[in-house]
C-alpha cells in the first residue's frame, strides 16, 4: 500500500491527474470582431501539437553512425473542431479572417504581420483553473474544411474542421509566462560572418597593375609630339 499512497501523492502534488476534456483555446482575430471569446468556447476538440529536433547522422567518424541535433521543427499546423451555431457565426469568423488574408475580389494578399495573431490553449484543472499552457506563434487559418449533411444525422450537431498555421510555439505557466531554457548569451555574438567594412577598398595587386597601366598610357600619349608621331609612321609604319 506504501507504493499506492506515494503513486496517488505524486498525481496530487501536482495538481492530480490531466483530463483530456478540460481545456481552453483562446482565439484572437486580427480585426475587432467582437466574437473571439465566443468562438474560443466554441472548440470542442484541439491537438496540441508537440516539437521535434531534427537531426542528421555524423558520418566523420569510425565505426558506427550516429545521430546529431541539426535543427527544430514544429508540426505544419493545429487542427481543431468548432460547433457550429444555426447561423453558422462561427465560420464566418473564420472565413472573414481568411477573406481578410487574400481578398476574394482581387486575390491581393495582405502584408504578413497584419493577418497574424497567437493561440493560445490551456489544460484545465478541477475547478477550471490554468494549469498548464502552450501559446502558438504567429498563426492565422489555413484551411476550413467541409461540412457533411446527412438525413440520417438527426441528433448530431454541426461542426467545422478547421486548420491554423503557426511558425513555432512555447510552453507557458498559468499566467502566460514562457517556460523555457534559453541562451543566456544570445544577441552578444553574430550569427553570421561580419565583412569588415573600411572606407577605402582593398588594394590588391591586380588593382595596382591596372592603375600603372593606366598611368603609363596617359603619360606616353600626353609626351608624344604629332609631328614626330606622323614622321615615324610613315617612315617605319604601325607599331
Given at each position: 500500500?506504501?507504493?499506492?499512497?506515494?503513486?496517488?501523492?505524486?498525481?496530487n502534488?501536482?495538481g492530480?491527474?490531466?483530463?483530456?476534456?478540460?481545456?481552453e483555446?483562446v482565439?484572437?482575430?486580427?480585426?475587432?470582431?467582437?466574437?473571439?471569446?465566443?468562438?474560443?468556447?466554441?472548440?470542442?476538440?484541439?491537438?496540441?501539437?508537440?516539437?521535434?529536433?531534427?537531426?542528421?547522422?555524423?558520418?566523420?567518424?569510425?565505426?558506427?553512425?550516429?545521430?546529431m541535433?541539426?535543427?527544430?521543427?514544429?508540426?505544419?499546423?493545429?487542427n481543431?473542431?468548432?460547433?457550429l451555431?444555426?447561423?453558422?457565426?462561427?465560420?464566418?469568423?473564420?472565413?472573414?479572417?481568411?477573406?481578410y488574408?487574400?481578398?476574394?475580389?482581387?486575390?491581393?494578399?495582405?502584408?504578413?504581420?497584419?493577418?497574424?495573431?497567437?493561440?493560445?490553449?490551456?489544460?484545465?484543472?478541477?475547478?477550471?483553473?490554468?494549469?498548464?499552457?502552450?501559446?502558438?506563434?504567429?498563426?492565422f487559418p489555413?484551411?476550413?474544411?467541409?461540412?457533411?449533411?446527412?438525413?440520417?444525422?438527426?441528433?448530431?450537431?454541426?461542426?467545422?474542421?478547421?486548420s491554423?498555421?503557426?511558425?513555432?510555439?512555447?510552453?507557458?505557466?498559468?499566467?502566460?509566462?514562457?517556460?523555457?531554457?534559453?541562451?543566456?548569451?544570445?544577441?552578444?555574438?553574430?550569427?553570421?560572418?561580419?565583412?569588415?567594412?573600411?572606407?577605402?577598398?582593398?588594394?590588391d595587386?591586380?588593382?595596382?597593375?591596372?592603375?600603372?597601366?593606366?598611368?603609363e598610357?596617359t603619360t606616353?600619349i600626353?609626351?608624344?609630339?604629332p609631328?614626330?608621331?606622323?614622321?615615324?609612321?610613315?617612315?617605319?609604319?604601325?607599331?
Amino acid at each position: 500500500m506504501a507504493a499506492l499512497d506515494q503513486f496517488i501523492s505524486s498525481f496530487n502534488k501536482y495538481g492530480g491527474p490531466a483530463q483530456l476534456n478540460r481545456f481552453e483555446v483562446v482565439i484572437q482575430s486580427p480585426f475587432s470582431s467582437g466574437d473571439d471569446r465566443h468562438v474560443s468556447f466554441r472548440v470542442e476538440g484541439v491537438t496540441m501539437p508537440g516539437k521535434n529536433i531534427r537531426t542528421t547522422t555524423n558520418e566523420n567518424i569510425y565505426g558506427p553512425t550516429h545521430e546529431m541535433a541539426q535543427g527544430l521543427t514544429y508540426a505544419e499546423e493545429v487542427n481543431m473542431t468548432i460547433l457550429l451555431s444555426a447561423t453558422h457565426r462561427e465560420k464566418h469568423y473564420i472565413h472573414l479572417w481568411m477573406d481578410y488574408i487574400v481578398k476574394p475580389n482581387t486575390y491581393d494578399l495582405e502584408y504578413y504581420k497584419e493577418y497574424i495573431q497567437p493561440i493560445f490553449i490551456y489544460q484545465l484543472g478541477k475547478n477550471g483553473e490554468k494549469t498548464s499552457g502552450l501559446k502558438l506563434n504567429e498563426c492565422f487559418p489555413k484551411t476550413l474544411g467541409p461540412i457533411q449533411y446527412s438525413q440520417n444525422s438527426v441528433n448530431e450537431l454541426a461542426k467545422q474542421e478547421v486548420s491554423f498555421s503557426f511558425k513555432d510555439l512555447e510552453f507557458v505557466d498559468t499566467a502566460g509566462d514562457t517556460i523555457s531554457f534559453r541562451d543566456s548569451d544570445a544577441g552578444k555574438f553574430p550569427r553570421q560572418m561580419q565583412i569588415p567594412q573600411s572606407p577605402i577598398p582593398y588594394d590588391d595587386a591586380v588593382m595596382r597593375i591596372a592603375r600603372n597601366k593606366v598611368r603609363e598610357a596617359t603619360t606616353r600619349i600626353t609626351t608624344i609630339d604629332p609631328i614626330q608621331a606622323a614622321t615615324s609612321f610613315l617612315r617605319n609604319g604601325p607599331r
